[in-house]
């Protein structure tokens, strides 16, 4: 590790090939701490390259354990986190709107690293249990439409990296990750991340798969649609700026889509959304996310039309059945 810190030190970038290396070093817990935080430290000073990413999600991929899911044409809904925005559980709650309009989903996710509540902190919250169980993943999606994959148990590179990310607190190239190395290799995919120029990097390295994908960046640094103003989608064949006005909803103050300042504030709104009870403003973020993950499910829907059906699964009350399903209530 030395020697590929020294060379990091003189902004001298890692092939593909070393990348996964390291990768694969990190997830067999053959570096200490120090080494694992100086490496991670390095790409929080400078950007990672096409190479650097994709070596390590290679890695990733080939030594997670592997979902087995395909039958099921679920999508994944997921953020890089790392925005510094402390919004509400945006995507998760997005992904049980997508299910109760019927469109199966895979969502995986982890604890929060730079924020006060991640997806899986959430869902702890209510009681849920995580597995690594393919047939207990099955048949989540087969009563509720969804199954949850907690990432550190399908990935040991981020079991064994989760002590030192914890004590950086900050986002890193895990962050990045993370979205990409769903272990049921979704064929269908939305994702949102922190940057414009990752929103760049993912797009081409998703259009190195067969995946139907749509990278969202709000133009004001969010990770998702926060209809605090525009924001930019990349798919496989266009790319495009998007207003709140175009899904037919309104635009709203940053302070607005606040997550709360503890795990119990987090899991009040995400509950009151479902129960159809929150603000209008949380309301319609959820809706907003979840509209784009079944327009990306669905083109043929258009923009408004996929947004009115996931309005249709939340005040049905279908969104809500789903996540009680999954909860086990």
């Known amino acids: 590790m030395k020697d590929i810190l020294n060379k990091l030190f003189e902004y001298k970038s890692l092939d593909r090939k070393t990348a996964k290396e390291i990768l694969g070093n ?24 096409v190479d650097e990413l994709t070596g390590f999600r290679e890695a990733m991929l080939e030594l997670c354990l592997p979902v087995a899911i395909a039958e099921y044409d679920a999508i ?25 309009a019927g469109q199966n989903v895979a969502k995986h996710g982890n604890n929060s690293v730079s924020s006060v509540c991640g997806s899986s902190n959430v869902l702890a919250y209510f009681g849920y249990e995580f597995t690594n169980d393919v047939d207990k993943l099955k048949r989540s999606l087969d009563q509720s439409g969804i199954c949850y994959m907690h990432a550190p148990m399908f990935h040991p590179a981020m079991k064994n990296v989760a002590p030192v990310r914890r004590e950086l607190g900050v986002k890193t190239f895990f962050n990045m990750l993370g979205p990409m190395v769903n272990p049921s290799f979704p064929k269908k995919q939305l994702t949102g991340v922190f940057s414009l120029e990752l929103a ?18 709000a133009l004001d640094g969010y990770d998702e649609v926060s209809l605090t103003g525009n924001f930019k989608i990349l798919t496989p064949s266009d790319q495009q700026i998007v207003s709140p006005a175009d899904l037919g909803l309104d635009t709203y103050k940053p302070e607005e889509l606040s997550g709360g300042k503890t795990v119990e ?18 309301k ?21 039309g996929a947004v009115d059906k996931a309005r249709v699964s939340l005040e049905s009350g279908a969104a809500l059945k789903s996540f009680k399903t999954l909860m086990g209530i």
């Open 200 to 217: 760049r990097l993912y797009a081409y390295l998703f259009q190195q798969t067969d995946t139907d994908f749509m990278v969202i960046y």
């Open 284 to 304: 319609e973020v959820a809706l907003a996310n979840a509209g784009m993950a079944l327009y990306c499910s669905d083109s043929s829907l258009g923009l408004q």
């Open 265 to 282: 504030d987090a899991a009040g709104i995400f509950l009151s959304v479902l129960e159809n009870r929150s603000t209008r403003a949380q």
């Open 76 to 100: 994944d809904l997921c953020g890089t986190g790392g925005d510094g925005k402390d919004t509400f559980n945006i995507s998760t709650l997005a992904s049980f709107i997508v299910a109760g």
């Open 26 to 49: 990190l997830a067999q817990g053959r570096y200490n701490n120090s080494e694992m935080a100086a490496f991670l430290t390095v790409y929080l000073m400078r950007s990672i390259t």
